[in-house]
């Protein structure tokens, strides 16, 4: 049973360029979360997707930031135009479709992004 | 002031050492509360999820919550080398985005 997946698993990319990053939940799992953990903090939340709906996108920065999670296919964060202080590990999340406070969490491996 | 607050360490112990880590918080609204281990460049794992105060034990690892005193803890028992990793402390209250301590550094020498 594949855990969450994540692509690539590291991303350079220079100033101004798009990054994106691509996330499948495990199977069977419908809700999709971003974290972004910059170094030496922890995961900060910053997008709660359901297939084509955007839940809760309070932590996503107004700018060059967005999230989609299509009918069919991977959930993408898009970052445009990059800048040095977007590098960070990109960590995207999954819980089952039941949508109940106490479901779980199960984290991908992360996407490294470095911007030159 | 950080939602919750976390010592990142390091926390250096010898093997065989019962660890105890630490988080407080300071929004009341935090109903459900869990432990995730890092290792160095990979995802959080799930440790441990408790729901309101009281202890929950698996294996050799307990988590207690402390609700009235807005205070969580991680023991582990008869730690190992392979322990050595960071270690998370995460809530939420009935939303569904966890919010993070900055995790504590755990380094446990043969």
Redesign the interface.
Known sequence: NAGVMQNPRHLVRRRGQEARLRCSPMKGHSHVYWYRQLPEEGLKFMVYLQKENIIDESGMPKERFSAEFPKEGPSILRIQQVVRGDSAAYFCASSPPSGGSTDTQYFGPGTRLTVL | QKE?E?D?GPLSVPEGAIVSLNCTYSNSAF??F?W?RQYS??????LM?T?SSGNKEDGRFTAQVDKSSKYISLFIRDSQPSDSATY?C?M?S??????????TRLLVSP
């Open positions: 919750v976390q990142p109903q459900y869990m995730y460049r990979k995802g959080p794992e799930l999820y729901y998370l995460a939420k009935g939303f569904q985005k966890l919010v993070f301590g900055t995790g």
